[in-house]
């Protein structure tokens, strides 16, 4: 039985050593990279809002439709809040009546010559608010009846759309998480197992009688023995590899015959 098994033993075995490997790399970057995830979707929604105007500029006409869509499937708006709308310019030119003194003066009031106005994109609106949308003219409480901006709750989405792909994100980690890590220690408990039955039939090499009893391990020797044994195989090998590739460097070189002297 055992020489059918011993040509297919090392191969699973390394095969199971790089799969745990993948699922505890995977874990660690999962926590690890939290941080950037959060940096990257404030930069991206960022960029997001600002170009959301540029409906006729090449590799930018979708933006709009993708700013819109997140807002509405995430109930969300903005950046950090709905005012992130009022830094940016999110109207084109191209639909600004210019002749409008309202709209030159918007204009010239900026040192960019932008036009900003306390307004949101429509996609912003909380359909379960009881009161219309009130998309313009948000700080503004004279020009909406019965309306305080600073004490009525907008009929807005209050939620930053970076703070609702986080939670987004984050939950489908916590629901994943758990999957992985069960998995991960599944593949430890075969890893493990794998490892004594390797040892154990390596012990019947020689042996007349296969059906004895040996024992398996996981280390033939103990933990700081087989760190240090290992530390001396990478050297070694190290300085093989330098050595090979000083002598692919050097070309072999021949010395010239001498010429026989000519009167």
Request: glycine fraction near 6%; proline fraction near 5%; charged fraction near 25%.
């Amino acid at each position: 039985r055992f020489p059918r098994w011993k040509t297919f033993l090392p191969p699973f075995f390394c095969f199971s050593v790089f799969i745990t490997s993948l699922l505890l790399v995977a874990m660690i970057l999962s926590f690890a990279l939290q941080p950037s995830l959060e940096e990257s979707l404030k930069i991206g929604l960022k960029n997001g809002i600002r170009f959301y105007k540029d409906t006729d500029t090449p590799g930018r006409c979708f933006q709009k439709e993708t700013i819109d869509r997140l807002q509405i499937e995430f109930q969300c708006c903005g950046n950090t809040n709905y005012r992130d709308w009022f830094e940016v310019q999110w109207v084109s030119n191209r639909y600004l009546d210019f002749t409008s003194k309202e709209v030159k003066d918007r204009v010239r009031s900026n040192v960019d010559g932008r036009y900003l106005l306390d307004g949101v994109p429509f996609s912003c609106c909380n359909p379960t608010s009881p009161r219309p949308c009130i998309q313009y003219s948000l700080l503004d409480n004279s020009a909406h009846y019965n309306y305080e901006y600073q004490s009525e709750e907008l009929n807005l989405y209050n939620r930053g759309c970076r703070q609702a792909l986080v939670n987004y994100y984050m939950g489908l980690m916590n629901t994943i998480g758990p999957c992985v890590l069960f998995d991960f220690l599944l593949q430890m408990t075969i890893l493990v197992s794998l490892r004594y039955l390797q040892t154990a039939m390596e012990g019947v090499i020689g042996q007349e009688n296969v059906e004895i009893e040996t024992e398996g391990y996981i280390l033939e020797k103990g933990v700081k023995e087989t760190l240090l044994e290992t530390k001396e195989k990478m050297k070694k090998f190290l300085q093989f590899a330098q050595v090979g590739d000083a002598s692919a460097a050097t070309p072999d070189t021949q010395p010239e015959a001498e010429k026989p002297a000519t009167a």
